[in-house]
């Protein structure tokens, strides 16, 4: 998949949700009327119209934004997730979370997501969900599972393609720390309420993350339309149970995003 791709799914969506709100409002006034219903038509129509009117907006900005992303093409081989130290972040409807990671040529590189879904959790509250236990996938640009992510409100466990405990994220320590390797740690830093940026750092003082919105080189943006798509920077020595727990932060900070 590329950016325009996804930018085009993504306006089929918008496009698919201004059609059920309107065929529901539809359905509705059509019932009402049959049965000779006394309903307040206002208060009643508002709501659909609104979703409706939002969601035919957000497609049109979709379908521009395809229309506008120059067409991409791998340019820099077989994009293997947890090696690129450069990713665009874009988002998908999920109960929880559902990033799609693309490198700076426009191609997908992977995606990281809940590994199962059950129909019901779209619909409880937000507060319920996110005090269940979820376990999130790291899949590559093939769909081939590399990474998995146990998580509860506590912590989050790391875990490899071979199915061993690689460390640990815990969101509430100090905002953020992840314990690796046999002891070593990163420092989360930064809000997602007070700042768009989002930093981990090694004990040394040396920035190893950076999560960044409104920052793109010039020659990116031919593929990536929206200023703000958020860049995900990492240091290139950085070790995948390292990678992993940068995952497990950015899972963190986007729960819920686009629920």
């Given at each position: 998949?590329?950016i325009?791709?996804y ?22 006034l ?8 006394d309903i307040?038509?206002l ?5 659909f ?19 506008e ?17 450069h ?8 109960p ?7 490198t700076?040529?426009g ?13 019901w ?5 937000y507060f319920?969900?996110?005090r ?17 992510l ?15 405990i ?5 969101p ?15 420092k ?17 003082g ?8 409104g ?45």
């Amino acid at each position: 998949m590329s950016i325009q791709q996804y930018y085009q799914q993504a306006a089929n969506i918008r496009l698919n949700g201004s059609i059920v709100s309107a065929g529901m409002l539809s359905i509705i006034l059509t019932v009402s009327l049959l049965l000779s219903w006394d309903i307040p038509l206002l208060v009643v129509a508002v709501p659909f119209l609104s979703v409706c009117f939002l969601q035919y907006n957000s497609y049109l900005l979709y379908r521009n934004r395809s229309g506008e992303s120059k067409e991409s093409k791998s340019l820099y081989g077989e994009k293997n997730l947890l090696s690129q130290n450069h990713l665009m972040i874009a988002f998908a409807p999920a109960p929880a979370i559902r990033l799609l990671f693309f490198t700076p040529d426009g191609m997908l590189a992977g995606e990281l997501k809940e590994i199962e879904i059950k129909l019901w959790r779209w619909i409880i509250p937000y507060f319920i969900d996110k005090r269940m236990t979820k376990q999130l996938g790291i899949y590559d640009a093939h769909g081939q599972l590399i990474g998995r992510l146990l998580s509860d409100p506590e912590k989050t466990k790391l875990v490899n393609d071979k199915d061993e405990i690689d460390g640990f994220f815990y969101p509430k320590m100090k905002s953020g720390t992840a314990i690796v390797e046999g002891g070593k740690k990163l420092k989360l830093e930064g809000s997602k309420w007070l700042s768009s940026d989002l930093f981990f750092i090694h004990a040394n003082g040396r920035k190893a993350v950076k999560l960044q919105k409104g920052w793109m080189p010039l020659e990116w943006s031919q593929f990536f339309i929206d200023a703000n798509t958020p860049v995900l920077t990492l240091d290139y020595s950085l070790s995948t149970s390292e990678r992993l727990a940068v995952f497990a932060a950015v899972a963190n900070y986007y729960e819920y995003y686009n629920h």
